[in-house]
């Protein structure tokens, strides 16, 4: 046995002989001797070089311009995949607030069919759960306008409810709440969670005029999530009209780029991450120190950003590594590369990192294809992958 740690390490391979090491990538079998690159991320095993492939069957395969690679070349590499999936930020539009989703433009913005798979909870969603692997879907509704109509988010919750109730192995519930009225938002919280076993709440970003959460109006919310233990998603909206005239509309080479740019592009993102920093800077995790507060998109443009904000000082008496570690967990809904994953896993524990889609706004096999390259790629040990991809969310959820 021969352990290969350093970035240039040159190693003749016997017969059978077990070697460990660490690679970033598959690579091609150069020459004889076999030259293994080295990294940090991938830990391969117990990788037995079959009698077959001795240094010199490699350097035969390499003069014919065969070349395999040397992973290829080593039978008992199989990447783990989890046995579940739990996605948490999906989206379903009951009838009491389609017209307010219609009326945002989304649908418009969306592939067509976008608004169909919103309403269906029935044979066309499990299908396409079964095609990306989904064991199980939390639903939330799609609305943000509806934080201002108490009537219509019961409404729509009794839809969600109603969604659960007729395939419970497969849905769990997030609630819209009337944030507009934060009492009737933390009684229509506990009712639901309490009396209807929702596991949170999904909470868009602002209300119709900007005003963002981080107020002390908003405080009987949040002592109600905290109270009763589930998290709160805060999810993307688009900024005000105000705030799209003056940042984002532009003369375009492109039509579509303005709505793209204040939206998914960069302006859903960059506004959750603001939202995020100013609950930080007006003290509600200090408030609310066991506060539950889940975002997707890979950490809303965060990540990249926490040494900044502590480095700066945006406040001098506590560090947003204390938020970030205590108070966040980040979902990577819509965001499939292993690149942005590995940003990711760099600032944040695996324990607060948890696999999503965005349905339907985002394609659910495109999400089973990326838990398929974190495998291949071995980005995760087989129990991080687990916690990742569901058991995470279970205890979170209490699922």
Known sequence: MRTVQSDSNTVCLGRNETVYFLASRPTSIPSTPITIITCTYLRYKDAHLPPRFTSSHCYQHRRQSHSPTFLQALPSYKPYLPKRLIALEEHVVSPSLEAEVIASGLIQRSAPGTLEKLKNVGTGRIADMDAGRLSLMVLAQQSASGMEDPDGCSKANNAVQDAIKSNPKRFAGFAVLPLATPDQGAAELERRVKKLGFRGAMIW????????????????????????????????????????????????????????????????????????????????????????????????????????????????????????????????????????????????????????????????????????????????????MNLFAYKNAEKLLKL
């Open 205 to 384: 970003n602002h209300l119709k005029d900007g005003t963002y959460f981080d107020g002390g109006r908003f405080d009987p919310v949040f002592a109600k999530a905290q109270e009763l233990d589930v998290p709160l998603s805060l999810h993307p909206d688009s900024p005000t009209q105000d705030i799209f005239q003056r940042l984002f509309a532009g003369d375009y080479v492109q039509p579509q780029t303005a709505g793209r740019f204040i939206t998914n592009s960069w302006g859903w993102h960059v506004d959750v991450g603001t939202h995020i920093l100013r609950r930080y800077g007006a003290g509600v995790f200090d408030r609310f120190p066991k506060l539950k507060v889940m975002i997707g998109h890979n950490g809303e443009d965060l990540p990249m950003f926490i040494d900044r904000v502590n480095s700066t000082a945006l406040r001098n008496d506590t560090t947003f590594d204390r938020v970030w570690n205590t108070n966040i967990w980040t979902t990577t809904s819509a965001f499939f590369t292993v690149r942005a994953f590995q940003q990711l896993r760099q600032v944040a524990p695996i324990e607060r990192i948890m696999y999503s889609v965005d349905y339907p706004f985002s394609n659910i096999t495109a999400g089973w294809q990326f838990v398929q390259q974190l495998a291949e790629q071995r980005v995760l040990t087989n129990q991080e």
